[in-house]
């Protein structure tokens, strides 16, 4: 799919010289060593307040997806009070008995945030957004149409729109790579960007507090314990030390401390989904309701005449609920599969562990990511290693009867054990016709 | 007379894999390979890793080979032998 799409992206003159191409494996990928880090701190709450401006002054949370008596997200306001994530409501109403509580609305922060990447990609093409409310944008090339590194963040707030309601707490942070870019990003106030320059670079990390590397706590536990607390402690060890005693991660960790590398944004490619959708006059919160109608759902996407040609990468399901709420679950198949069992099988897992919060009013399920499944060997060879662990062989027949029926015999064959302990080397296995 | 079934023939067919190809060997004062040649692209041997007789089926067709696992430069991993009846030398995937 990226093939296409990139083909889209450069088209322009405009945006040609913004960014440079690289082909790793073959494939074209935007990049740029350059990165603005546009972060807005707690997306889903904004977004909340966006809609309901009057909730921008009281003590806010919204409840969390999985578990409903739960906190996801607090605001600053109910943060006061000494609520938190996670805690249960119960807690909460304890501590701040004004608090009020938001049913999640994924599909609308995923809305949302889709707007906000769409808006970035009009300052440039290169876009990478790694979670709700973060994304990193390639500012390789935008001093030939903006000039200044403050002048190209002045570009991204005035795209963004910052004064409308809920995205007033925009942050932005400028530097070469995204780990300084986000670094600079979290130290920066809202409508003052920070902006790190490449000689700065290794000054601007050093006084930085540990807890800006994205690793895992017992790691962070450990740095803490041997004393390190800032990325300059860090970056004064030798590299060896930190690869003796944490791995490979330690050679990342004392690369990102120490300055010593620049990850480059990595441009996003935003695939054109494939979407069927399903209403219910009569909204509905049977389980075994949803599982059919998921695969109902996906049956009819895989017909779409886009899709032919396409096997699924990435599938998402989405819920229009009573009372306004939504739900959403999405699954990366590591098979990517044209199989209706294999592409509905998580999503209908997601609903018996983590059903909607109310009935469904509409239903929706969309492919979101491809891969090319055109060339027929590799088909088979794809679909055959997920159907055969499916306990599935109907979309192995249908590749071999397909190429049966294009040239008269299938040409595939199994290797079979003869004598596998044979002193003979050409004893030991032999090749089968292979017939599903 | 015996009719015809009318029952398709079997279309399960045994190939036969890693049939041996022939090679040249250049071999040292020791009768140890030095370098392999395959179509005529020359390598040479960097390490011997083993060196075994099989001497087998003596009641129908003898086999009589001695075989040689050897890595040749660049890495490449194969077994030869050699034919001891004919004298000629084969390779084959490990």
């Known amino acids: 799919m990226t093939g296409i799409r990139h083909d889209h992206w450069v088209s322009g003159d405009r945006n040609r ?44 949370a919204i409840l969390s997806a999985d578990n409903t008596r739960r906190l996801w997200l607090v ?15 119960n807690q909460a109403v304890g501590l701040c008995p004004m608090l009020t509580l938001c049913e999640p609305d994924p599909v609308y922060y995923d809305e949302q945030f889709a707007s906000l990447v769409s808006t970035l990609t009009s300052i440039s093409p290169v876009v990478e957004p790694t979670e709700l409310g973060r994304v990193f944008v390639g500012v390789d090339g935008l001093e030939h149409l903006y000039g200044s590194p403050e002048r190209q963040t002045d570009a991204i707030v005035n795209a963004i729109g910052a004064k409308r309601p809920g995205y007033e707490t925009l942050r932005i942070g400028w530097a070469s790579g995204k780990f300084i870019a986000w670094v600079a990003a979290t130290r920066a106030k809202p409508g003052c960007p920070v902006i790190v320059p490449d000689h700065e670079r290794r000054a601007y990390l050093s006084p930085q ?93 895989l017909r779409h005449p886009r899709r032919t040609g396409w096997r699924i990468q990435q599938v998402r399901a989405s819920a229009d609920l ?31 562990q983590t059903p ?43 590749v071999v009867n397909e190429i049966k029926v294009r040239f008269n015999r299938s040409g595939l064959y199994h290797i079979v054990e003869v004598h596998p302990w044979s002193r003979i080397p050409e004893r030991r296995y032999a090749l089968i016709d292979y017939d599903p | ?13 045994l190939r036969p894999l890693n049939l041996p190809r022939p090679v040249d060997i250049a071999l040292d004062v020791h009768g140890q390979p030095t370098a392999v040649t395959e179509d005529g692209d020359a390598r040479a041997v960097v390490a011997v890793n083993e060196i075994w007789r099989v001497n087998d089926e003596w009641w129908r067709e003898p086999i009589a080979r001695r075989y040689a696992d050897l890595v040749l430069e660049g890495g490449a991993h194969v077994i030869v032998y050699e034919d001891l009846t004919t004298g000629q030398w084969f ?4």
């Not at chain 1, 740029?32 to 003590?59: G, H, Y």
């Not at chain 1, 605001?75 to 409501?89: E, I, K, L, Q, Y």
């Not at chain 1, 997920?386 to 599935?392: D, L, M, Q, V, Y």
Request: net charge positive; charged share 25%; with cysteine.
């Open chain 2, 91 to 94: 390779a084959q995937k490990p």
């Open chain 1, 209 to 301: 507090p540990v807890a800006t590397l994205q690793i895992d706590s017992d790691t962070h536990r450990l740095l803490h314990q041997l004393g390190l607390t800032q990325l300059g402690d860090i970056a004064r060890l030798p590299e060896a030390a930190l690869v003796s005693q944490f791995g490979k991660e330690g050679r990342r960790i004392w690369q990102l401390a120490s300055g010593a590398t620049s990850d480059p944004v990595t441009g996003y490619v935003a695939p054109s989904p494939i979407v069927a959708t399903l209403d219910f006059p009569n909204p509905i919160a049977d389980r075994t309701m949803l599982s059919h109608s998921i695969d109902r759902l996906v049956e009819r996407a």
């Open chain 1, 322 to 352: 009573e009372q306004g709420a939504s739900w959403m679950a999405s699954a990366t198949l590591q098979d990517p599969s044209a199989d209706a069992g294999h592409i509905a099988a998580p999503l209908k897992v997601r609903i018996d």
């Open chain 1, 75 to 89: 605001s600053s306001r109910a943060r006061r009070f000494g609520v938190r994530p996670a805690m249960t409501v």
């Open chain 1, 356 to 398: 909607p919060t109310g009935a469904v009013e509409k239903l929706t399920i969309a492919f979101t990511e491809f891969v090319r499944g055109g060339d027929l060997l590799q088909l088979f060879a794809r679909d055959a290693a997920s159907a055969a662990r499916a306990g599935r062989q109907r979309a192995l027949r249908a």
């Open chain 1, 17 to 60: 010289h913004l960014a440079r191409y690289r082909r790793p494996h073959g494939d074209a990928t935007l990049s740029s060593d350059v990165a603005a880090c546009v972060w807005i701190p707690l997306f889903a709450l904004r977004c909340e307040e966006r809609r309901r401006p009057e909730l921008a002054t009281k003590p806010t």
């Open chain 2, 1 to 13: 007379m015996v009719t015809h079934s009318r029952a398709p023939l079997r279309a399960h067919r």
